[in-house]
């Protein structure tokens, strides 16, 4: 076996940052979403607070050394608390041409680059599209750049292992990894013990990979450096105190299903068909068949949703999941769940485009399906996660109020929050009251239709229970009895009863309240979903300058908070960042006929601190 991780001192002389923006950028087959999640793993031992943003292409495997394939994996750690992946770069780690190119627009002014010049060939400079090359033509000179030969040192660090030359450069992500374990004080082992479980069956690319590792960081340690790259210390943030893991929004939304299926005391059925960002809930949830969790990968999103109901319909809870185009396959089936009302939870991972679009990459535009888009008056309510941890509470919401009121629930989350990770201090589950399903078992008085009059959820019977044989399907039920009825008036009354079921559920969520500054103020800034980061620390660093802006996030979107009108009625001004042109904020005009405005970004990339902060400072301005 090589060196092992620990055996290098570490004790360059350090200078103390509270925060820094790291990107590892290379071909889609270098290895940097792997790179990427064990800095996370080491960052998260060393005690800092962090936001990772995996981003890389939908192609399988697009041409090697091109634009199209560069895959990126960025992390904002610090000592104190992180909100977003961060915005402009500290330090980007190139891998090739095609990432320098891409990437390096978001590097600021005077950040370091550091860039395997091995990569840097005639012909990889051709792939990626430069008429020259940008480390010798001044077109980096803003920049501060460390070229290295990563190719030849990766080969050389495992020249005695007897790997091939293909294995062997296969090794230079975790070269590269071991340079800014360097750079950053951080541990080697947690990586060593990962490299060995992994490769377990293949323990001499187990010892490749250390040895490469263990080489980028004696290189840090040995190599003449220029006198404006050196070795950092960031201190651990001061957290609450807990037990605590990283955790991805497709995670926190597996686990919380779970937990709520666990609380509502039902067995759940996740019945789902494969499609990007929302099969990772799928792949999670495979594997918690001890926790009552049965998965099903169905023929397709129609079949996905019926099954669903189906378990629903046998005293289950039925989910189903997808993203914006398998939704709109599903849009039947909610509609049937409408009228059989049943509990049906509909997780949508929001991807950017219509149709195919950006598979992997993320925005906010399903929306307006998710509110409005059926057939027929059919609400239903809608929920929205704001971040990776924050999904796990948001799916027990949905699991609550879909077994409560017999409805579907789309539950909202987007790519962002789906591969994104943060650090979460694992709950006590013992303080979550349970919510146990009712069924109905006496048969003196039953129809299928009877309703609580409390929430005007309908009965639910399991199959089976003596003396409630009954049907359900979508064609309209009587009020009164539960049989086929044609029947104008009732037709009336069945919508006028959905719709007040849904329109009730505002009584049983928690009254709206911002999430920074004051209930009246000059400005409110409106948020759902995966913007709450940005828009938490550009309000907060407004506010750190006197001004009177408020953040006001929403979980509830269909119903809202019965509060929330008056509460936008308090503020001068009302605006709303989002990742699509701007669905929230009609809905809020239309609701609440307050005049709203809207931030919008259609790029498949999450907003930057600065674009909201920008936009707040410009209304400020502009209405002074």
Known sequence: MAVTAEEFAEEASRSVLESVVIRFAGDSGDGMQLTGNQFTLATALAGNDLATFPDFPAEIRAPVGTTFGVSAFQINFGAGG???????????????????????????????????????????????????????????????????????????????????????????NMWALGLIYWMYGRKRKPTVDWLTTKFRKLPTIAEANIAALNAGHAFGETAEMPAEVTAYTIPPANIAPGLYRTVTGAESIAWGLTAGAHLANLEMVFCSYPITPA????????????????????????????????????????????????????????????????????????????????????????????VYGRNADSPVAVLACRSPGDCFDTAIEAVRLATKYMTPVILLTDGYLANASEPW??????????????????????????????????????????????????IEKSYDSGHISYDAPNHQKMTDVRA???????????????????????????????????????VSNLRAEGESVSHIHLRHICPFARNLGDLLKGFDMILVPEMNNGQLVTILRSEFLVPAEGLNKVTGQPFKIAEIEEAIRARLENRS
């Open 279 to 370: 099969s990772s809930v799928l792949h999670n949830l495979a594997n918690m068949k001890q926790y009552g969790v049965v998965t099903f990968q169905a023929e397709d999103e129609i079949a996905a949703a019926c099954s669903a109901i189906g378990a629903s319909y046998g005293g289950s809870l039925g989910v189903t999941s997808s993203s914006g185009p398998g939704v709109a396959l599903k849009t039947e089936a909610i509609g049937l769940a409408i009228s059989v009302e049943l509990p049906l939870v509909v997780v949508n991972s929001q991807r950017a485009g219509p149709s195919t679009g950006l598979p992997t990459k993320t925005e906010q535009s399903d929306l307006y399906q998710a």
């Open 500 to 538: 007040a079921k849904i329109a009730g559920i505002a009584n049983d969520i928690p009254l709206q309240a911002p999430e920074q500054g004051d209930e009246t103020g000059r400005i409110a800034v409106v948020g759902w979903g995966s913007t709450f980061g940005p828009i938490s620390r550009a």
């Open 82 to 172: 992180i909100s977003t992946s961060g915005d402009t770069l500290d330090v980007l780690v190139a891998m090739n041409p095609a990432a320098l190119k891409v990437n390096v627009a978001d590097v600021h002014a005077g950040g370091l680059i550091i860039v395997d010049t091995g990569s840097f060939s005639q012909r990889n400079l051709d792939k990626a599209g430069y008429s020259a090359n940008p480390l010798t033509d001044g077109s980096l000179a803003k920049y501060k750049i460390l070229e290295v030969d990563m190719s030849r040192l990766t080969r050389e660090s495992v020249k005695d292992l007897g790997i091939s030359a293909k294995e062997a450069l296969r090794c230079k």
């Open 425 to 474: 201090r694992i709950p006590d589950f013992d303080s979550y009251t349970p919510f146990p399903a009712k069924f109905r078992e006496d048969p003196e008085g039953f129809h299928p239709y009877l309703r609580d009059p409390e929430t005007l959820g309908r009965v639910w019977v399991k199959p089976g229970t003596p003396g409630l044989e009954h049907r359900v399907g979508g």
